[in-house]
């Protein structure tokens, strides 16, 4: 009888303790969870606000003192449209006849406009507060070349 009773007792003792310890682990993953949520939260209101910043009209007027988030805005947006040409490359690849020669003739002007946008944002990185405002309008003529190139693949 004695054996039984320090059984029970024993595991008596185990029961409450396990049940602490798995509320414990429950806790735990609701804390790391809200952190996980917050963290999403946080990286998705840094994507919308690069979203926004992330077009010409809210880049434009950016001084000097803003050079390097200006132009990674236009590298972000460079690299929407070398998606789209990535996309067209893919499409093009089963075609034949004719209209091969007109896609591929589409693909070297992108590439060629997107290959003097990079030698810009070169010179833009360059550039002093002296001549920031030339520099700036050497990438948004670019950037133009660029949007029109990036709109013939289709």
Known sequence: ???????????????????????????????????????????????????????????RDYAYERRSDFSAAVDRMSMQWDGRERDFKSKMAG?????????????????????VLKSKLEDLRNASAANWTEAKGKVADAWQHVQAAGNNLK
């Open 95 to 115: 075609s034949t006849g004719d209209s091969v020669k007109a896609k591929q003739d589409a693909i070297k002007a992108y590439d060629d406009s997107r290959a």
């Open 1 to 59: 009888m004695k054996k039984y009773l320090m059984l029970s007792l024993l595991s008596a003792g185990f029961v409450p303790g396990a049940l602490v310890m798995s509320s414990c682990s429950k806790a735990d993953q609701t804390v790391n969870n809200s952190e996980k949520i917050h963290d999403d939260a946080r990286d998705a209101v840094a994507t919308a606000g690069n979203a926004i910043s992330d077009s010409w009209d809210g880049i």
